[in-house]
């Protein structure tokens, strides 16, 4: 069993029962191929809880702080995780990014790049947008509805995989598709209520 599978059951015997979390639409994930997982970002436990609940082991990029620690720097890049530098553009996380997808693995996103404070969904950054276009991955987006309270309701609810063929041959930027997935992550929302 990988490190990625055994720290996956750890978390999620104990995330699952504590917030009682509820899986909608898991059958949305494609089983094979390139997939991008795309949620809103709400808690720093949302990559632990995407992570859980999806039936595909996830890649995530990481805030590049989170790797200033050697052994918790260790440990993210031994369970598919990788750092991105933010507030600018971080070519060596977008190689990386799409290295995992042309290998046909998972990528997770929070296009948000950082935590709601208000619950709301916000804007979402062109890097989603991005790796949408330049890999034929899935596009599946998924909505984390809380809040994060103990032994109270939590659902994450996957979404049909967006269909991105129009957006590709009419050469859609990256923030148009990426407005598009964030739209697609509130209507979830608003329809899982």
Not at 115 to 121: A, L
């Amino acid at each position: 069993m990988s490190l990625y599978r055994f720290a996956r059951s750890v978390v999620g015997a104990i995330l699952k029962p504590l917030y009682r979390i509820e899986i909608v639409g898991k059958e949305n994930v494609p089983k094979t191929g390139a997939v991008i997982i795309c949620s809103n970002h709400i808690s720093n436990l949302d990559p632990p809880v995407v992570g859980i609940t999806c039936p595909r082991d996830i890649y995530f990029m990481a805030k590049e702080e989170l790797f200033q620690n050697k052994m918790l720097g260790g440990l993210l890049l031994r369970i598919n995780a990788f750092p991105i530098k933010r507030g600018m553009k971080d070519r060596n996380a977008l190689r990386q990014g799409l290295a995992v997808l042309q290998e046909g693995n998972t990528l997770g996103l929070f296009p948000e790049g950082t935590r709601s404070k208000t619950g709301e969904v916000g804007e979402g950054l062109a890097g989603a947008g991005f790796f949408a276009l330049r890999s034929e991955a899935e596009i599946v987006p998924c909505a984390i509805i809380g809040p994060y309270q103990k032994l109270k309701s939590l659902k994450v609810v996957y979404g049909k995989p967006i269909k991105m063929d129009d957006l590709r041959e009419n050469k859609a930027s990256a923030k148009e598709v990426t407005e598009l997935i964030m739209s697609e992550i509130r209507e979830l929302i608003e329809k899982s209520k």
